[in-house]
Each structure stands twice: as structure tokens, then as C-alpha cells.
């Protein structure tokens, strides 16, 4: 009975690390003024009919702090990598020149940046309800095995086990939202 709880937080615990990793990368998507490649990550473009990842049709930099410089492996992806810019809906121009897609990153205003901050939150919430939920699941099944057998003392202890890494990793979670904030806030 003693592996089996032991298996379940073990795997409580990877779920909890799942979402804050989720986390970590839907921050990195949320843009906060500079250029970052990460910003076009999960950008598919079509290649030769396929739907592929903008990564892997072309080099992707940053020569400066407010520009995105695309490079395609082949010039003919030039057309395509503009049409799934703009279809991402990310509220950027690319700008094609013949050999390169530029993408010039505005300055944010007050507002955009509160909107932005509110969306990181918004995340961090999410984040928050996926560890809820698998708090819930860890202590049904702790209080599933207390009523077959399991020792109550001990499966309170376990339970306080759960409710330490649930606000050990609700700290965390709030570690990366102040810190994206204060990352979307400085001008």
C-alpha cells in the first residue's frame, strides 16, 4: 500500500512539474517589447503541402533588441513564412526584402502592457487549476486507501505531504508570473 501512495504522489509530482514547464513556456510566448525567436515558436508553415515548424525551414535571430530576422533555407519559403506570420494572429508585419523576413517589434503602450500582464496571469491560473485538480486526485486516493486499510495517521501525514508541494509549487508558479510582469512593465 506503502508504493502504491508513494507511486501516486511520485506521479502527482510530475504533473505538477508538467504545468509549471507549460507555464514556462507560455510566458516566453507572451511578448513583453523585445524580440525573442521563442515568440515564433509554434508557427507552422506550409512546406511542399506539409504543415511545418517555422524552426525547421529556416534560421531565425534576433539582430537587435526590437527585430526578428528570418532567413529561410530556400528562398521559394519566403511567401509562406509572411502568409503564417500573418496567420498566426500575432499582431506582427513581417516585412519580406528577397532574402530575409524582418519582423519589427513595436514598442508597447501602458495599456498593451497591462493586457499582457492580465494574460500572464491569466496562464499563471491555469497553471494553478491543473495542480489543484491533481491535488484533488492525490488526496481521493489517499483517503481511498486509509478506508482500505492504510493507517489514518499516516495517510494524514500524506496528505500534508500533498498540501506542502501544492503550495511549494503555487509559490513557484507566482515566482515566474511576478517575474514576467515586472519583465512586461519595464519600459
Do not use: C
Not at 504522489?9 to 510530475?14: D, H, I, T, V
Not at 514556462?24 to 509554434?42: C, F, Q, T
Not at 486509509?146 to 505531504?161: C, L, Q
Request: proline content about 4%; charged content about 30%; overall charge neutral.
Amino acid at each position: 500500500m506503502e508504493e502504491t501512495i508513494d507511486s501516486t504522489l511520485e506521479n502527482g509530482k510530475n504533473a505538477f512539474d508538467k504545468a509549471i514547464i507549460h507555464l514556462k513556456n507560455e510566458l516566453i510566448k507572451v511578448r513583453a517589447g523585445k524580440a525573442s525567436p521563442a515568440m515564433l515558436n509554434g508557427i507552422m508553415v506550409n512546406y511542399y503541402g506539409n504543415p511545418t515548424k517555422l524552426s525547421q525551414v529556416s534560421n531565425i535571430s534576433t539582430p537587435d533588441a526590437r527585430t526578428l530576422s528570418i532567413q529561410p533555407w530556400e528562398k521559394n519559403m519566403l511567401g509562406p513564412i509572411e502568409q503564417a506570420i500573418f496567420a498566426a494572429n500575432l499582431g506582427l508585419t513581417p516585412m519580406n526584402d528577397g532574402e530575409f523576413v524582418r519582423i519589427s517589434i513595436p514598442t508597447l503602450t501602458e495599456e498593451r502592457r497591462k493586457d499582457l500582464a492580465k494574460q500572464s496571469k491569466g496562464l499563471g491560473e491555469e497553471a494553478k487549476i491543473g495542480i489543484r485538480n491533481e491535488r484533488h486526485k492525490m488526496i481521493d486516493f489517499i483517503k481511498r486507501e486509509v478506508k482500505n486499510g492504510y493507517p489514518e495517521d499516516a495517510g494524514k501525514r500524506r496528505e500534508a505531504e500533498v498540501e506542502q508541494l501544492v503550495k511549494d509549487y503555487s509559490k513557484k508558479i507566482e515566482d515566474y508570473l511576478a517575474a514576467k510582469e515586472k519583465e512586461i512593465m519595464t519600459v
